[in-house]
C-alpha cells in the first residue's frame, strides 16, 4: 500500500510514503490564473494523480472547513480547491480516509505550535529529503507528509 497525503488549499500540496512509512516524493498543489484568478488546477490534479499514484494508493486528505475570520471569497475559493481534491481523490482510490487537523497535530505533538513546527518535525524525521522542506513556504508539503504519515501510524496501531 501507498499513501497520499493531501493538504488542500492554493498553498497545499501532496505527499506519497510507502507503507512503511518512506517518503517517496512531494509536489505542491497545482495552481492556474495569477492574483485573483488563481485557483486550485484541476486537470493538472488529475494528472499529478495518475502519475505519479496511480490507484493503488490510499488517500488521505486533510479534513477542513472555513476559519471564522475568513471572509466570504476567500472561504468561496478555499471549498473549491477543497472539491477539486476530493473529487480527484475520488477517481484515483476506494480507499479514502479523512483527517481532521487536530488529530494528526495531536498526534504528533503540535498543538498550540506555530504554522513551522510540522516544517522542522518532517526535516528531523527525513532528512534525506531535507531539499523538499527547506524553505517556509514548504509548510504546505510538511503538512501532507505528516497526514500520510499519520495514516501509516494510525492504520498500524
Excluded at 497525503?5 to 497545499?12: A, K, N, V, Y
Excluded at 531539499?131 to 492504520?155: N, S, Y
Aim: no cysteine; glycine share 10%.
Amino acid at each position: 500500500m501507498n499513501v497520499v497525503g493531501i493538504d488542500p488549499g492554493l498553498s497545499g500540496a501532496f505527499a506519497w510514503l510507502d507503507d512503511d512509512g518512506n517518503l517517496l516524493d512531494v509536489q505542491d498543489m497545482p495552481i492556474r490564473g495569477e492574483g485573483k484568478q488563481r485557483r486550485v488546477d484541476g486537470l493538472a490534479v488529475a494528472n499529478l494523480m495518475a502519475d505519479r499514484y496511480g490507484d493503488s494508493s490510499t488517500v488521505v486528505t486533510e479534513l477542513v472547513h472555513s476559519m471564522p475570520a475568513q471572509g466570504v471569497a476567500s472561504t468561496f475559493k478555499f471549498g473549491q480547491s477543497y472539491g477539486v481534491v476530493l473529487a480527484v481523490g475520488d477517481i484515483y482510490s476506494d480507499d479514502k480516509i479523512d483527517v481532521r487537523p487536530q488529530a494528526w497535530k495531536k498526534h504528533f505533538g503540535l498543538i498550540g505550535k506555530d504554522k513551522d513546527a510540522a516544517r522542522l518535525l518532517v526535516l528531523d524525521k527525513f532528512p534525506k529529503q531535507a531539499e523538499w522542506f527547506l524553505r517556509k513556504k514548504d509548510q504546505g508539503r510538511a503538512d501532507a507528509t505528516l497526514v500520510a504519515l499519520w495514516a501509516i501510524e494510525h492504520i498500524n496501531t
